[in-house]
């Protein structure tokens, strides 16, 4: 009997120590979730491999490959056949099988690759690759075999079932998630912060994410784009908290009492404090922005200066010295570009000033700050009504 | 809630919602079909198409069931474009009709057609004798709009249509009525128009649904093929639930218009004057309280962004439009608005209020008051 399977490789150092069981785990789950709506799946784990089977019937690789390749951690899945029957006049039947359900139209040349984890296998794996490359030849006349760069390598890989397949599909690799520790990401629905998120979560940071909503300045569709955003960030990480912050009585107390063309210094400082009591709360290491140098007026270095000082943990900028083309790049890839270019405000922008500061002091800006006797009054009220998105 | 946008959409009615269930669950036959039960929704079918064409004075062979405004504005272009080709390649509309006329203009320019698109003054109307002058020899149609979707100017669609058949009797006249049906009298033999749009879902009728009158005896020429519905002019199983419950609600809306009409005067002229006589720097987009359509109130407030006044209404359940779609990145002024000569910065604070008979003049008092506070505040911060 064989059935048609997902083989999904990850990668093999990142599993090392204690954690791999956790790690596995959450790949593993990570799978399901994104399998769920699809019908009936199962993961099964195998020796350093995780095998995907459909319970409900024969297994639509077009469909479930992009839901399952695109989880961070895994470096590739092979479409394979499994059969349970190891003998090998069996094994080169499902072959044959294999090569006329993937046409050879393609091909000129061909190899057969054996793997034999189960060493009481009668056969040593290259009788086996002899064996089967032999049938290949005599079933399918058209292909030779070349041993060095055939376009066509079967392999079959036998272990307490055998497994026949001849492709890979790549992953994006990166670590699994959850593998690096924890970090709060701030997300404003532009294009660069999910890009950022994406990036750490695939150094195998949890990320969870934090958004300031400032109606009536920013709608519910504004929130509902981030939403949006957060989700699709969840595909790949197999889940993602996002915090909501309500952020328009602060911002209106900053408006009234900063110098107009420093505001965003000062915002931006809030929502830094913010973003690192949440973090703090869940364990996070670190602070996740999508600046990018010199992009806008609070991404210069001085601005970046003024805006870590007000933190109390780390903050990772890793597209700090990218291009906005490269940015824009990876977010098409990653499926957040369309996302973010819907064309909702965003609370940094509403009352940006015509001419901003560009050069802040960190000095004097902290100086200022300190004689907002209200301001932390307004951070403990934001961060009291925030609400939890579990996606 | 207080719903100040019935120009986008309305509630269906009650009776609606009754009629297109029982259509839906008792009466589901195909009009179609030989048997008894594609019989019975037929009947309904017959009598549905008799109450809207007796509602604008046109036969009931003259009445298309369409999807809706969209499709009966498109209708109206490409079929006429397709059977008329022949005696030109003309088309004149105004600049401040819906995508829906506009768009399909568009795409018939691309195709080597001529399209006058003709201004408008400061309240919203078209010049006669500019209109006379555009039609030529090889005008096909001319289109315009009868009651604004954003200001609620009425063209003189009698007036236009006169005009129209003076210089060229050949050229068709086809009217965008999907803000004035049910709201405004409509006569198309006395109006003189020989195709009319409308929708379902703006007079308190299911959405989805419309209708479409061609004159008897055009050659405008169906722009959706199958199986011959409609005598041969619409193809697509009749949506039996949305036409009968379309009629219903034409029926009521019809025995109300004039009872109606005189009061959404009320709630539009308590709530226009309130806004206007107790918040600064407010001012009338486009004609009069008087004489723009009573369902439409367009009102600018200067130095404040729509979106923003927008947000801070719905935050007390009171639901309108903006005149413009503006942030940060993208200015979308409305082409309207902008037609009629309004410069952008005040466009920027237009809000449209739109009315239905269900409206009350309670809810007009109580939406200036929000108004006011709302205005005041959002006027201190805005810089």
Known sequence: MEEKVLIVRYGEIAMRGNNRKLFVTRLVNAIRKNLDDMGDYYV????????????????????????????????????????????????????????????????????????????????????????????ILEKFPQLTVDVHEPDLTVNVELRNDAYIYSKLIKGFGGLPVGSSGKGIAMLSGGIDSPVAAFMMAKRGVEVEGVYFNSPPYTSERAKQKVVDLA??????TGG???????????????????????????????????????????????????????????????????????????????????????????????GTFDISIRPYEDCCTIFVAKHPETKPKTSIIEKIESKLTELDKYLEEAIENTEVIEL | MIYFDNAAT????????????????????????????????????????????????????EIYFTSGGTESDNWAIFGTAKGYIRSGKHMITTAIEHPAVLQPMRELEKNGWDITILGVDEKGYINIDELKAAIREDTVLVSTILINNETGTIQNAE??????????????????????????????????????????????????????????????????????????????????????????????DMAEMDKAVEHVKLVKKTLAEGILNSIPMTYINGPSIEEGSPYVLNIGFEGLRSEVLLHSLEEKEIYVSAGSACNSKKKGASTVLSALGIDEKRIEGAIRFSFCRYNTVEEAEQCIEILKEKAAFLRKYMR
Not at chain 2, 28 to 39: E, H, I, T
Not at chain 2, 207 to 227: A, E, R, S, T, W
């Open chain 1, 44 to 135: 099964v784990r195998e020796q350093g491999r995780l095998i995907v089977e459909d319970r409900g019937g024969e297994m639509d690789f077009d469909k479930v490959i992009p839901r399952v390749v695109c989880i961070l951690g895994i470096t590739g899945v092979c479409p394979a056949l499994k059969t349970t029957e190891q003998d090998i006049e069996n094994i080169k039947k499902v072959c044959e099988q294999h090569i006329n359900e993937i046409g050879i139209d393609d091909y000129k040349t061909f190899k057969v690759e054996t793997k034999r984890s189960d060493k009481r296998y009668p056969l040593g794996s290259r009788e086996v690759s002899a064996a089967v490359g032999e049938y």
């Open chain 1, 231 to 236: 989700e699709r960030l969840s595909v790949f």
């Open chain 1, 240 to 334: 993602f908290k996002l915090y909501v912050v309500p952020f328009t009585d602060l911002q209106l107390y900053l408006l009234d009492n900063v110098p107009h063309d420093k505001l965003t210094i000062f915002l931006k400082r809030a929502m830094t404090r913010v973003a690192c009591t949440l973090g703090e709360r869940d364990e996070a290491l670190a602070v996740i922005t999508g600046d990018s140098v010199g992009q806008v007026a609070s991404q210069t270095m001085q601005g970046l200066h003024a805006i870590s000082a007000a933190a109390t943990m780390p903050i990772l900028r890793p597209l700090a010295g990218f291009d906005k083309q490269e940015i824009v790049d990876i977010a098409r890839k990653i």
């Open chain 2, 10 to 61: 309305t509630r269906a009615l009650d009776e609606v919602a009754d009629k297109v269930k029982y259509m839906l669950l008792e009466n589901f036959g195909n009009p179609s079909s030989q048997n008894m039960a594609g019989v019975n929704a037929e009947n309904e079918v017959i009598k549905a198409r008799k109450i809207i064409a007796a509602s604008i004075n046109a036969e009931p062979d």
């Open chain 2, 159 to 252: 007036e236009i249509s006169k005009a129209i058949k003076s210089v060229n009797p050949h050229t068709l006249y086809h009217v965008d009525a999907v803000q004035a049906y049910g709201k405004y009298p409509i006569n198309v033999k006395k109006m003189g128009i020989d195709m009319l749009s409308v929708s379902g879902h703006k007079v308190h009728g299911p959405k989805g649904i419309g209708f479409f009158y061609m004159k008897k005896g055009l050659k405008v020429k169906p722009i959706i093929f199958g199986g011959g519905h409609e005598r041969g002019q619409r193809s697509g199983t009749e949506n039996t639930p949305s036409i009968v419950g379309l009629a219903e609600a034409v029926k009521i």
